[in-house]
């Protein structure tokens, strides 16, 4: 699994890359935003999970790259957006000047739209290729569901609302179920639902996005509390400076911590459940093993 991981990885790198096409064609100024992004990708991990689920689950091999690339354009747009000064006011992301601090907030939105642009291309010819008309609704719904106004956007919505005063544990985890779970249950469930997965494997995978999303987050609410700029490679402190949701400042650090540990313990008992080998769900781990990574340099104590 290590090696076919490393290869895909690799697939996937090439394919983020290389998806917006030729960029010394456009306006140089869009082009030299694109090039700074496309350059520093991140971990790539929702991209080299729905690979990964895509052919585990029969897509074509284009097919799983197109919507692993596809996904994480959008993904990425996400962050350009979520880091502007009117949203979280970043100035750091990936160990780098966040878009709009190296290119202007004009451009830096440009960038964003021409990856969302792209993103949902890739993301429709992949839809296309479904295995029957009920799929290809079904597949529909779910990307409308995780990325419209029920998903990310309404999840940004809420974030920035203003949260100061009075937040509670249920209203945090609401809103990382909608800004942060919708984008991992995307590339687990989108290419089983688009292939050849079982009724009962997306049911389960449905709820393991949903747990691993939450966990993804609650680990990002400990490093924006917990980490300096350096350590965490991103602008540290803005969720109490801007007054955004953070599970720590609504239920303090260690009810964080053990609502951590909960949902990893059942995240991995319904990933055991899966049906069939459980070296066919080996990619899974890889969403497994970053959290309690990232939460042991956090917290300077292993979790799992």
């Not at 780098?96 to 429709?124: D, T």
């Not at 940004?156 to 919708?182: M, N, P, S």
């Given at each position: 699994?290590e090696?076919?991981?490393a290869?895909?990885?690799?697939?996937?790198?090439?394919?983020?890359?290389?998806?917006?096409?030729?960029?010394?064609?456009?306006?140089p100024?869009?082009?030299?935003?694109?090039?700074?992004?496309?350059?520093?990708?991140g971990?790539?991990?929702?991209?080299l999970?729905?690979?990964l689920m895509?052919?585990?689950?029969?897509?074509?091999?284009?097919?799983a790259r197109?919507?692993?690339?596809?996904?994480?354009y959008?993904h990425t747009?996400s962050?350009?957006?979520?880091?502007?000064?009117a949203?979280?006011?970043?100035?750091l992301?990936?160990?780098?000047?966040?878009?709009?601090?190296?290119?202007?907030?004009a451009v830096?939105?440009?960038?964003?739209?021409a990856?969302i642009?792209r993103?949902?291309?890739?993301?429709w010819q992949a839809?296309?290729?479904a295995r029957?008309?009920?799929?290809l609704?079904k597949?529909?719904?779910?990307?409308?569901?995780?990325?419209g106004?029920?998903?990310?956007?309404?999840?940004?919505?809420y974030?920035?609302r203003?949260w100061?005063?009075?937040?509670?544990?249920?209203?945090?985890?609401?809103?990382a179920?909608?800004?942060t779970a919708?984008?991992?249950?995307?590339?687990?469930?989108?290419?089983?639902i688009?292939?050849?997965?079982?009724?009962?494997?997306i049911?389960?995978?449905?709820?393991?996005?949903?747990?691993?999303?939450?966990?993804?987050?609650?680990?990002?609410d400990?490093?924006d509390?917990?980490?300096?700029d350096?350590?965490?490679?991103?602008?540290s402190?803005r969720d109490?400076l801007m007054?955004?949701?953070?599970?720590v400042?609504?239920?303090?650090?260690q009810?964080?911590?053990?609502?951590?540990?909960?949902?990893?313990?059942?995240a991995?008992e319904?990933q055991?459940?899966?049906?069939?080998?459980?070296?066919r769900?080996?990619m899974?781990s890889?969403?497994?093993?970053?959290?309690?990574?990232?939460?042991?340099?956090?917290?300077n104590?292993?979790?799992?």
């Amino acid at each position: 699994m290590e090696r076919r991981c490393a290869c895909a990885k690799s697939i996937v790198a090439t394919a983020y890359q290389q998806g917006m096409g030729p960029l010394d064609q456009l306006e140089p100024r869009l082009s030299a935003a694109l090039h700074d992004v496309l350059a520093k990708p991140g971990s790539l991990t929702r991209a080299l999970i729905a690979y990964l689920m895509g052919m585990e689950m029969g897509l074509t091999e284009e097919s799983a790259r197109g919507l692993a690339c596809g996904i994480e354009y959008l993904h990425t747009a996400s962050l350009i957006f979520d880091d502007l000064p009117a949203m979280d006011d970043a100035r750091l992301r990936r160990g780098m000047p966040c878009l709009h601090v190296a290119h202007g907030e004009a451009v830096a939105m440009l960038a964003a739209l021409a990856m969302i642009n792209r993103g949902y291309s890739l993301l429709w010819q992949a839809v296309a290729k479904a295995r029957s008309k009920e799929r290809l609704a079904k597949a529909t719904q779910l990307v409308e569901e995780c990325l419209g106004t029920a998903g990310l956007i309404g999840g940004q919505a809420y974030d920035i609302r203003g949260w100061r005063e009075g937040q509670t544990a249920h209203e945090v985890i609401e809103v990382a179920r909608r800004k942060t779970a919708t984008l991992l249950r995307l590339p687990l469930v989108l290419p089983a639902i688009i292939g050849s997965g079982s009724d009962r494997e997306i049911q389960a995978l449905e709820r393991l996005g949903l747990l691993r999303g939450l966990s993804y987050q609650i680990v990002d609410d400990l490093k924006d509390v917990m980490l300096a700029d350096a350590a965490s490679g991103k602008s540290s402190g803005r969720d109490e400076l801007m007054g955004r949701p953070n599970l720590v400042s609504a239920e303090g650090f260690q009810p964080a911590l053990q609502r951590l540990r909960k949902m990893m313990r059942i995240a991995d008992e319904v990933q055991r459940r899966l049906p069939g080998n459980p070296e066919r769900w080996g990619m899974l781990s890889l969403l497994r093993v970053t959290i309690p990574m990232t939460a042991k340099v956090v917290t300077n104590s292993a979790i799992a």
